[in-house]
């Protein structure tokens, strides 16, 4: 059973435009969510994180938005470059429980800017 | 310094090899992580070290071996593997929990192909 669900396995966006990737998670325990840049053959790269006691976290061009009522949180990228095309994953993790502060990550969602 | 390095970068290996991946982080870190990732999927966790002591196994079979020489080492030694084994290894690395922080930074990944 996923629950971290990423239901966008694809989006292209045109460059200078807003790219928005969603993720949904299903643990009503999971208390903190970070997003992750990976290119092929490449580790991840982690981008923005964001605590279940606020609903927005801003660095530069990368705002993630947190809606705990919806478990729905999403990544904003303004505006698209180029170079922002990899897969995006959404990972969620728990204080407590049996799998405390590990990572639960999503399928991942391609995001292609064209130029 | 934010960096996680993993040697080698590709390997190649027979079933009835042994070999062994190793991974090395100086961000006085104190959790570190093995993944294994497959085309197309998330990361997937094998196992888990906190304060160099094997704390989370996720049933990994017997043929993965890891070991935490010291809070800055870690290594994944490989015997009889099988072909379904190729796949991208990815170490990782967090600050200690107390922090707040759940950041892992992952290295680059080897990439193993077993024939």
């Known amino acids: 059973d996923q629950q971290v669900k990423q239901n966008s396995p694809s989006l292209s966006v045109q460059e200078g435009r807003i790219s928005i990737l969603n993720c949904d998670y299903t643990?009503?325990?999971?208390?903190?969510f970070l997003w992750y840049k990976k290119y092929p053959a490449e580790g991840p790269t982690f981008l923005i994180s964001?605590?279940?006691?606020?609903d927005k976290n801003e660095d530069g061009r990368f705002t993630v938005f947190l809606n705990k009522s919806a478990k729905h949180l999403s990544l904003h990228i303004v505006p698209s470059q180029p170079g922002d095309s990899a897969v995006y994953f959404c990972?969620?993790?728990?204080?407590?429980?049996?799998?405390?502060?590990?990572?639960?990550f999503g399928k991942g969602t391609k995001l292609s800017v064209k130029p | 310094d934010t960096e996680v390095t993993q040697t080698p970068k590709h390997l190649v290996m027979g079933m009835t090899n042994k070999k062994s991946l190793k991974c090395e982080q100086h961000m006085g870190h104190r959790a570190m992580y093995w993944y294994k990732q497959k085309a197309k999927k998330p990361p997937e966790l094998m196992f888990v070290y906190s304060y160099e002591k094997l704390s989370i196994n996720e049933s990994v079979p017997s043929r993965f071996s890891p070991e935490c020489p010291n809070s800055s080492l870690l290594n994944l030694h490989l015997h009889a593997l099988q072909p379904e084994d190729s796949a991208l290894y990815l170490c990782?690395?967090?600050?200690?929990?107390?922090?707040?922080?759940?950041?892992?930074?992952f290295g680059p990944g080897t990439r193993l192909t077993v024939t």
């Open positions: 964001i605590s279940s006691i606020k």
């Open positions: 643990n009503s325990m999971f208390d903190y």
């Open positions: 990972a969620a993790s728990e204080r407590y429980g049996g799998s405390q502060g590990n990572l639960i």
């Open positions: 990782a690395s967090s600050p200690p929990g107390g922090q707040g922080i759940r950041e892992q930074y």
